[in-house]
């Protein structure tokens, strides 16, 4: 046997890159999901060829300072959190500091930032390595060009599915995010055109009708409710306004997408015998929870969390729901901010 040695620092993100980036659509959500904790109110998304030829997402938030770019391209290098407690109330999308120095090991990755009051910085890395870091003008905030995603590792890029497979998965992320932050303005073009805008306003009945239609949010019933430890609010389709997929269903823990089978069955059993199986609503469900009742360090990518109260929670939104659509409320009124 060879002799123990440690692995190189471009080696060792290229590993961890392989549980962070699975897909383009991965990169796409960790990149906005840092605009949103930059506090960005605008955030724009552009990708051409699924993502593999370049993706960009533009933000308005806080900027990074220039002597902090190679932190936050070093892996487990996170401005979040600061220690164990934080850890487990985390308040942030992001936490692990992973994404960055991921990303930038299996792709070309520019960034163009700038924080308030400073001069505006440029960085380049490629496959890990920095190339070039020079003052530049930039508006404020922060804007990551990744280029030829996955160039180095020819492997991962045998295991992607049909552009159009990928195109879809990024559509889908940008979407469910959209609708968790009603507030921020987000863009999202594919080769210039643009695909869909939301407004910003905190409408979230105008968010759904950005992203699925008019005639998709005029179908929608608020939903609201809340215990001691949960407060659920959202948009539920009417029972006539059926999808034969669950893509439609968006839950936000937290302003997390998450994925949650027993909270997915939950929803179903709102709807009782008012929908058939095989057919499924829209929905876009946001729940607020001290987050000392989460545990969102389950997996890398964060869509699995753990979640204590996860059965009480259930048989709240099943109640939220049918509830809802008991009092058939009329849709188009005003809804408070998710
Ligand atoms: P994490 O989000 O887990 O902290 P990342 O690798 O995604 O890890 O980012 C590392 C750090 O870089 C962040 O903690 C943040 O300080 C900074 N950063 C990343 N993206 C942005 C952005 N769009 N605007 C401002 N700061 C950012
Ligand atoms: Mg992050």
Redesign the pocket.
Known sequence: MAKIHELSETLTNQIAAGEVIERPASVVK??I???I??G?SRIRIDFTEAGLKQIV?Q?N????EAD?ID???MRH????INNERDLFRVA??????????SIAAVSQVEIL?RASGVKGTRAEFSGGQKKLQEDAAAQK??Q?IVNNLFFNTPARLKYLRSPRTEMTKIIDIVNRVALGYSKIAFTLTNNGKVLFRTAGNGNLQQTVANIYGRPVAEKMLPIKMENADFKINGLISRPELTRSTRNFISILLNGRYIRNYQLNAAIMDGYANKMDSRHYPVAVIAIKVDPFLVDVNVHPTKQEVRLSKEKELGRLISQAISEAIMEKQDSLNTFSEI
């Not at 938030?61 to 990074?64: A, E, L, M």
């Not at 290098?77 to 979040?80: F, L, P």
């Not at 936490?95 to 120095?101: D, I, K, N, P, Y």
């Open positions: 960790e990149l999901e840092n605009s904790d930059a960005a997402v933000d938030g806080s900027g990074i902090q932190l936050a391209f290098a996170t401005s979040k942030t999308l992001g936490f692990r500091g992973e994404a960055l120095a930032t905030g922060t990551i």
